[in-house]
């Protein structure tokens, strides 16, 4: 890499831990540092989710899949679109709707409330290891991402660097930091697509008629798909928009139900169409380059050999001239950060408040409650670069937690919100039950009846236990009523007269 791409990529990252420090010193409490002082706005917001569910799986992912599948990839970003605004309009309106949340900071306090603080125990740990094993993964990506773009810079060092200014900057500035630097980063990201990485690429590679004659036809169509991998994004996608900690944080950290329903919209729209089909087009691009010898001089002269998920990373080596390379870089870098930043606070925040604080009461307001969330969040993010950097079957099976975390949350929390009869004792043997399911089929069966995913069969499994043993074992008390803030403000208000 020119040193001028360098320069400005080492500035970036100067840039970022600078943002860290000011938040640092800003900072005053757990609303601040958790939930971003509660009255982001919702373009900040609506940034910072898009940035965090697309971030890593975009700059690899998503450009894997075009190279594979050209642009019926940029199906999976729909189910994003899909999971959000089913967000937006079952969710949203059940938790800012109620005073008891306005003062929560993390998912598995819906739990506490409707269930009982044993069923958010549970539901704090699952969270809390599959979002520590994301975070592993999310900085694996970024070292991936580099390590095929900068010439002699091996994994191991490329781990260390991503993974120490990502934790650094997010123990720091917690949420508030994080939600701004998303949405710097995702403007940076969205500028250099439109206007550096698609152009460049696209003339790079000879424009339409190259693309025409040096691919598969199918690769073109938006049919290039089996119902199974719809299915699989399907069951795989939407459920995070209810059980994902990191977009309970930022719906508390909206002033208001329109503030967060306006930001998940927004969101939707920015994963598909927008950065749906950007991601795949690069991936396309990057076939094309492969199949027109463009990587014969990074020894990737064999196409059918070719990782797809290398294929992005090399096009931009290629393609890119000297100071648009470090722009464009440091765009890519910022989607991946956004993921592990967002990743690692929502780690952090069910350790202090779900699990730690189920064992002793936390005082969210104290100055020594800020400093022991960051101490925690430098804890959790260590392990979490150690992992990715030395353990790699660790991090194997922690992914499988956050697939565990996706079967086994999903359906108590609809039931929560939705289902009456509702127990904790189902709550907690559908959380078991469905990740369990889920899990136990990745690792023990390679191929699936009819070619399913094992979410589906996690997901039937948690539903399945929800309902038999919810009616078996009903909770003794009866389900406490939705608090209306408006109900909630008149009672008050006659309480106070009296």
Known sequence: MHWIDLTIFILYMIALLGFGLFFFKHNKGADDYYVGGRKMSSLHVGLSVVATDVGGGFSIGLGGLGFV???????????????????????????????????????????????????????????????????SSQILAGAK??????????????????????????????????????????????????FIGLPVSYTAIGGWEAIQSSVDPSLLSMSNLTWQKVVYWGVTIIPIWFVGMTLYQRIYACNDEKTAKRAWYMAGLF??????????????????????????????????ETDPETGLPMLLRTVLPVGLMGIMMSAYFSAILSTADSCLMAASGNVVSDIIG????????????????????????????????????VLDMMLYSYAFM?????????????????????AIAAMLLGGGTTVSLEVFLEQLPAGLDANVFGISASAIAFIALSMAFPDQKEREPVLDKEDIEVTEELVNSK
């Open 69 to 135: 599948m050209g642009v019926s990839g940029s199906w999976m970003l729909f189910t994003g679109l899909l999971g959000a605004w089913m967000a937006a309009v079952l969710l949203i309106p059940k938790v800012k709707g109620n005073k008891v949340f306005d003062k929560a900071y993390t998912f598995p306090e819906i739990f506490k409330y409707y269930f009982n603080p044993h069923v958010a125990l549970v539901a704090g740990v699952i969270s809390a290891v599959g979002y520590a094993g994301f975070t």
């Open 145 to 194: 991402l580099a390590n095929g773009t900068f010439a002699n810079l091996d994994l191991q060092t490329a781990l260390i660097i991503m993974g120490s200014v990502a934790v650094l900057y997010t123990v720091m500035g917690g949420l508030k930091a994080v939600i701004y630097t998303d949405t710097i980063q995702w403007a940076i990201l969205m500028i250099g697509l439109i």
């Open 271 to 304: 994963e598909w169409p927008v950065m749906a089909f950007m991601g795949v087009f690069l991936g396309l691009f990057a076939k094309v380059a492969a199949a027109q010898g463009m990587f014969d001089y990074l020894g990737a002269a064999n196409i059918s």
């Open 358 to 393: 189920y064992f002793t009461d936390v005082d969210h307001e104290s100055d020594k409650f800020l400093r022991f969330s960051q101490v925690t969040t430098l804890i959790i993010g260590s392990a979490a670069l150690l992992i990715a950097t030395s353990m790699t079957s």
């Open 406 to 426: 996706v079967s086994g949350l999903f359906v108590p929390t609809i039931g929560a919100l939705y289902w009456d009869k509702s127990s904790s004792f189902g």
